[in-house]
């Protein structure tokens, strides 16, 4: 998607678009610079210009306008379970390791039913106020297939 914001203004006088100049309309494709002497603001922009017209050509090219990109998967987790924990654990707050448990599997100690972590939400974050691990139950109980969730406690 091209650019809508006209940059050929202060501070950045970005004049790669201008015909007279050069540019995209006239197949410019290389700033030089002049040895010995210090390198322009104006030239820097003129070169992040070119390689973003030339990344939009290829972009524009190989993919249509709202194509997937690999790997693009969807994914749709039908019943989405939430699991509301406490603050602390053994006596060390939970909070300090909150990022660590998304993609772990955990298993329910008494329901011994194992789920993976997808998302981690602060009791700040949390409407009730709770630490919220929103999971995906994966496997159910080895002696006790009826048992699909987490017991409390």
């Known amino acids: 998607m091209s650019q809508e914001i006209n940059l050929n203004v202060a501070p950045y006088f970005d ?4 015909p007279v100049i050069g540019g995209k309309d006239n197949n410019y ?9 210090p390198v322009q603001a104006r030239e820097l922009t003129t070169l992040q210009s070119i390689l973003q017209n030339q990344v939009e050509q290829f ?15 969807l994914t749709y987790i039908q019943n989405f379970y939430a699991v509301e924990v406490e603050s602390n654990f053994l006596g060390i707050p939970v909070s300090l390791y909150l ?12 329901s011994g039913v194992v789920a993976i972590v997808k998302k981690v ?10 630490i919220t691990l929103y ?4 496997q159910s109980n080895q002696n006790n297939l009826s048992s699909r969730d987490f017991e409390d406690g």
């Open 15 to 18: 004049d790669y678009n201008q």
């Open 29 to 37: 494709y290389k700033v030089l610079f002049k040895p010995g002497y």
């Open 59 to 73: 972009g524009n090219h190989f993919f249509k306008e709202g194509a997937k990109v690999i790997p693009g998967n």
């Open 99 to 110: 990022d660590n448990l998304v993609g772990l599997q955990i298993r329910g100690e008494t």
């Open 121 to 130: 939400i602060t009791s700040d974050e949390s409407e009730r106020g709770n």
């Open 135 to 138: 999971v995906d139950y994966y």
